[in-house]
């Protein structure tokens, strides 16, 4: 169970979460999740190429040191990296300690101020001990969830998922792993055709948009 667009409430309770960033500029701010690996995240790098599209990617730290010349790229073609810890940790399972010594296994790496929890699972505590850890860190949720990781979607619901809940300042997320790519593979392109031809330009995030 998930929620495709992501409530005001939601938004209301965790105000010191990003959801949403720069309003009134006619911006999308693509993001993925769970990179960088082989085919996936060079498919994604291509298509953003195509369209001018800057975007935001969160990445596994042990993904990146297995990967280091694809995470190259992605920081070559001027797209922002965002740290995922480095084991993907699901915050609610994890021990407050280990998921921080997790984290920062990640960012000795990728040295970034901006982060996603995997699974948008964090506890408070957590969010308090990366922030005084990292003081200009900014943790990144979304406003609009793909669904690309479910396996019971077809890949047109979830283009559909973005298509009709995506708008002015939306942070959407989709994935460049395995899992995904199938259904972000069908979605992407056409996301980023229909958004351009309304006028919508893509950014990347970082700590000035947040």
């Known amino acids: 169970m998930y929620l495709v667009k992501t409530p005001w409430w939601l938004k209301k309770l965790y105000p010191q979460l990003i959801w949403n960033a720069e309003p009134g500029t006619r911006s999308i701010f693509l993001t993925f999740d769970d990179g960088p690996i ?19 990617f969160f990445c596994i ?13 992605v920081k070559k073609a001027g797209h922002s990296i965002g740290n995922h810890t480095y084991n993907h940790l699901r915050g609610w399972d994890t021990d407050d300690q280990v998921y921080l010594e997790n984290y920062l296994r990640a960012d000795e790496i990728m040295d970034t101020p901006l982060f996603r929890p995997p699974y948008g699972r964090i506890k408070r505590s957590q969010v308090k001990l990366l922030q005084q850890a990292r003081p200009d860190i900014k943790v990144v949720m979304w406003d609009v969830l793909s669904g690309d990781f479910d396996i019971g979607l077809k890949k047109h619901e979830a283009l559909d998922n973005v298509l009709k809940n995506t708008g002015d300042g939306s942070i959407v997320l989709f994935h460049d792993s395995v899992k995904a790519y199938l259904k972000m593979e069908y979605a992407l392109p056409k996301v980023l055709e229909h ?12 700590s000035a948009s947040i």
């Not at 082989?38 to 935001?56: E, H, M, Q, R």
């Not at 958004?195 to 970082?206: C, H, I, M, R, V």
């Open 61 to 73: 730290g042990d993904n990146v040191r297995k990967h280091p010349d694809i995470y190259k790229e």
């Open 38 to 56: 082989p085919i996936v995240t060079p498919f994604v790098l291509n298509i953003l190429k195509k369209y001018d599209a800057k975007a935001t």
């Open 195 to 206: 958004f351009s031809e309304q006028g919508y330009t893509f950014k990347a995030l970082d």
